[in-house]
């Protein structure tokens, strides 16, 4: 059982069972949400998640996704997408040991900030990790020919990060 919250501890919660991931998000909705330049998520299980004190305020960035935070502090705590309804990602540094659940990945790593240097080994996904194999684990843009069109060159990654973000 892990336990964590929010900074002014308003809101409490605790989750049940083992995470399915734990990962850094890069995008820049996620940035926003957090007011930093990126975001660690751990994914469980919806209905081992539950709040044991206090009540989050739920905020739709998208269509399909609903973030909730604190209504007093501003602590994000959640976010929901309605294409894993089964799934809860809980803000990785809510909870109150977050070395216990270290990220193994990053994503959106399309739209990151230019100043913020990946030097981990770990896996850095252009967009999600559904991505096409080819475009696993890089941290730079392929060349020119093997690139996705979604990031087929900065100069309209701007333009594919504001149709992703329809989704984030
Ligand atoms: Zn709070």
Known sequence: ???GGCLCRAVRYRVAGEPTASGIFH???CRKAASAPMLPFVTFAVD????TAGASVEFRSSP???RSFCGRCGSPLSYRHADEPHCIDIMTCSLDDPEGVPATFH???????SWIRISDDLPAFQTTRAEPKGE???LHPPPPGRMSPRVANP??????GASDLSQL
């Open 155 to 160: 100069s309209n990654s701007q333009l594919a």
């Open 1 to 3: 059982m892990r336990e």
């Open 64 to 66: 399909p996704v609903i």
């Open 107 to 113: 994503i959106w790593v399309s739209q990151k900030l």
């Open 27 to 29: 995008c820049t909705t």
């Open 136 to 138: 696993r684990g890089m």
């Open 48 to 51: 081992q998640f539950e709040i």
